[in-house]
């Protein structure tokens, strides 16, 4: 319980209505915060030689396998021109314990991390 010091400093309840717009600070800072940059699909479509990670992870929301290349490595192996997107469906391929026979179902299912 409060004692009757801490509850006069104590800041009353919001006059603005829930559904008001909010503050241009707020949208300022949200804008300014570097995930804002690109969306999930720009950084799939990202060249290797674009990407500042020093580990490419990739993992597969069918089997929940996680396949790890260093990027030097990955280079390497696809040129530093090859999309990440690409380059990412093909270490899940070769890999793959899901082959049924089917096109529609067969692979693995990309997740791309967002960070």
Same mark, same amino acid.
């Given at each position: 319980?409060?004692?009757?010091?801490?509850?006069?400093?104590r800041?009353?309840?919001? =006059?603005?209505?829930p559904? /008001?717009?909010?503050? /241009? +600070?707020?949208?300022?800072?949200? #804008?300014?915060?570097?995930?804002?940059? +690109?969306?999930?699909?720009?950084?799939?479509?990202?060249? #290797?030689?674009?990407?500042q990670?020093?580990? #490419?992870? *990739?993992s597969?929301?069918? &089997?929940?396998?996680?396949?790890e *290349?260093?990027k030097?490595?990955?280079?390497?192996?696809?040129? +530093?021109?090859?999309?990440?997107?690409?380059? /990412?469906?093909?270490? #899940?391929? =070769?890999? &793959?314990?899901?082959? =049924?026979?089917?096109? +529609?179902?067969d692979?693995?299912?990309? /997740?791309f991390? =967002?960070?």
């Amino acid at each position: 319980m409060p004692t009757p010091k801490q509850a006069a400093r104590r800041p009353g309840p919001s =006059t603005s209505a829930p559904d /008001a717009p909010l503050p /241009a +600070e707020y949208w300022e800072s949200v #804008l300014k915060d570097p995930r804002a940059d +690109e969306t999930g699909a720009q950084k799939r479509q990202r060249r #290797l030689s674009e990407i500042q990670r020093h580990v #490419l992870r *990739i993992s597969c929301r069918r &089997c929940e396998r996680t396949v790890e *290349i260093q990027k030097a490595d990955a280079v390497r192996l696809y040129g +530093e021109n090859a999309v990440w997107k690409d380059v /990412a469906q093909r270490l #899940l391929d =070769t890999t &793959c314990q899901q082959r =049924t026979g089917r096109h +529609e179902e067969d692979g693995c299912w990309p /997740a791309f991390e =967002t960070s």
